[in-house]
């Protein structure tokens, strides 16, 4: 049986911590920014990890 291929997208999306968690960034951060207020556009600069109920579905997508 060949070997499964990861995700292209989810490889350049996803990074894994030390830990073995995985970290992403957020949405709503590319257009339209003059209707969003500058404390909501600073939050959503910073990265965050892939919740626990997704981590499973994100680990099969980007196993290599």
């Known amino acids: 049986?060949?070997?499964?291929k990861s995700t292209s997208g989810a490889k350049k999306r996803f990074k894994?911590?030390?830990?073995?968690?995985?970290?992403?960034h957020k949405?709503?951060?590319?257009h339209i920014l003059s209707t969003k207020s500058s404390k909501r556009?600073?939050?959503?600069?910073?990265a965050t990890l892939v919740s626990a109920q997704e981590q499973k579905k994100f680990d099969m997508m980007i196993q290599s």
Do not use: E, Q, Y
């Not at 049986?1 to 499964?4: E, G, L, N, Q, V």
């Not at 894994?16 to 992403?24: E, F, P, W």
């Not at 949405?27 to 590319?30: D, G, I, L, Q």
């Open 41 to 46: 556009k600073r939050h959503l600069r910073k």
């Open 16 to 24: 894994r911590t030390g830990s073995g968690k995985l970290k992403r």
């Open 27 to 30: 949405a709503f951060r590319s």
């Open 1 to 4: 049986m060949p070997k499964m």
